[in-house]
């Protein structure tokens, strides 16, 4: 078993929804056991154009050879309307594998750790979040990398809080909520 960390994002449809059901599915996997999930942030495009992203980092353990997983991301991408018409296009889903187990891997169509990731405050961001000593193979601390990614405009996106307002609303002294966005 090997513990990896995918990065998620998203910027075409419904991209935070989106990013909701594909971790649904990476879950679904018998291959795969979700440890854990960052929180989902909206980020600028970098080196990229459209719509905000919606991104967030998922850690999991995994039967599969690092490859493996790279086809099993490449399908799931697929199966949520992925099409590349061209490098960095807006994108239903991207699935990128940022870091398997200890693995230092360079070959044409895959490289770990994911080569770009620590230019990225879509990455690093909820990586640490997840893991805020993770120390990168031959790289050092990853937390070490989000003062030089400052300028990339990055925010959590508010989680639900529908528990919070069914509660206040069950006490009849309270005002009632106003609806809230699940998604
Ligand atoms: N590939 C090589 N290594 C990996 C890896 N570790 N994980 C190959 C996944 N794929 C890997 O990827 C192109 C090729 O990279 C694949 O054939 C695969 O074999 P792709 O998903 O087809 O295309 P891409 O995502 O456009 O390319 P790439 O190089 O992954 O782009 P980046 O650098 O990941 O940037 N801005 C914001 N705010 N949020 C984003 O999520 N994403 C990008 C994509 C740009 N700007 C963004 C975001
Ligand atoms: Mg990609």
């Known amino acids: 078993m090997t513990i990896a960390y ?21 879950a679904q996997q018998h291959t795969i056991t979700v440890l854990a999930k960052s929180s989902v942030y909206r980020t600028a495009p970098i080196d990229s154009s459209g719509d905000d992203y919606f991104n967030c980092v ?18 799931i991408e697929l199966q949520f309307g992925r099409e590349r018409p061209y490098r960095n296009a807006p994108r239903t889903l991207d699935l990128d594998i940022l870091l398997y187990g200890a693995s230092s891997i360079d070959e044409a169509d895959l490289v770990v750790p994911h080569p ?9 961001v909820p990586l640490v979040e997840l893991e805020p000593d993770l120390i990168l193979p031959q790289r050092g601390r990853a937390d070490a990398f989000i003062e030089t990614v400052a300028d990339q405009r990055i925010e959590k996106v508010a989680t639900c809080q529908c528990m919070v307002a ?6 009849a002294t309270a005002t009632p909520s106003t609806k809230t966005d699940c998604r």
């Open 6 to 26: 995918l990065g998620l994002g998203a910027n075409l449809g419904d991209a935070r929804q989106t990013l909701k059901d594909a971790v649904v599915c990476l």
């Open 58 to 75: 998922v850690k999991l353990e995994t039967s599969l050879p690092a490859r493996s997983l790279l086809r099993l991301c490449h399908h």
């Open 166 to 171: 069914a509660q206040r609303d069950s006490d």
């Open 116 to 124: 770009r990731m620590t230019e990225r405050a879509f990455v690093l």
